[in-house]
């Protein structure tokens, strides 16, 4: 297994402001996910991080408002640019730890509220 | 597009009674994956199960797939309070042109689980 943790765990933000959250995995990881999770719903992928290379977007998400940095095999961070309160969501990282299993792990989550 | 759907969407029994939640899937996949989450927290990783596996225990967990209706059900045995959460069945589509390990979850909509003591 892996654990995962996030920073921060939760905050509320102005309108119009900019949030980087972060992750951070105990072991060396090749895939990282970011998925978002809006009130009431179930989860959705914003993009695959994958080490030294450009993140990769689901439809619907794009780099300018949610840009990912993946600058090592243990950390990523995902920023949610110029918030409006649509992106009040949570917020998880997750890892696939491959090769040993395919499970993939998710981290504790970041709660968001835009005001 | 969302590939899992749960049933039911909400739950609820009294403690000591199994719960059975089922999960169906659209496309072909390499695993399915349950999860559950308190509160809107972090999901719980429960259990894995494999596209060439039929059944799968862990604990009080049971598990269940079936490929050809392309559908898997989550038992919980002997329920108790601390059990009360949302689950979620996730896919990672079989894409054979990607390894397995860089596909990304598909998530039901979950269904809520109230255990009332």
């Known amino acids: 297994s892996a654990v995962i943790s996030q920073k921060p765990s939760r905050d509320i933000c102005q309108r119009g402001t900019s949030l980087t959250i972060q992750c951070q995995v105990d072991s060396q990881v090749t895939m990282m996910f970011w998925y978002r999770q809006q009130p009431g719903q179930s989860l959705t992928l914003i993009a695959t991080?994958?080490?030294?290379?450009?993140?990769?977007?689901e439809s619907g998400f794009v780099i300018d408002k949610f840009p990912i940095s993946r600058p090592n095999l243990t950390f990523s961070t995902l920023t949610v640019s110029n918030m409006s309160p649509e992106d009040s969501s949570i917020y998880l990282c997750s890892v696939a730890t491959a090769p040993s299993s395919y499970e993939q792990y998710f981290g504790p989550g970041t709660r968001l509220t835009v005001t | 597009s969302q590939q899992g759907e749960e049933d039911p969407q909400a739950l609820s029994i009294q403690e000591g009674e199994n719960a059975t939640m089922n999960c169906s899937y659209k496309?072909?996949?390499?695993?399915l994956q349950w999860y559950r989450q308190n509160s809107g927290r972090g999901l719980v990783h429960l259990i894995l199960i494999r596209s060439n596996e039929r059944e799968k225990h862990s604990g009080r967990l049971r598990v269940t797939l079936d490929t050809s209706k392309k559908s898997s059900s989550l038992l919980i045995t002997a329920s108790r309070a601390a059990d009360t959460a949302s689950y979620f069945c996730a896919t990672d589509a079989a894409d054979p042109t990607a390894s397995w390990a860089n596909t990304p979850l598909v998530f039901g909509k979950g269904t809520r689980l109230s255990v009332i003591a």
């Open positions: 991080a994958n080490q030294g290379s450009e993140a990769t977007y």
């Open positions: 496309t072909s996949i390499n695993n």
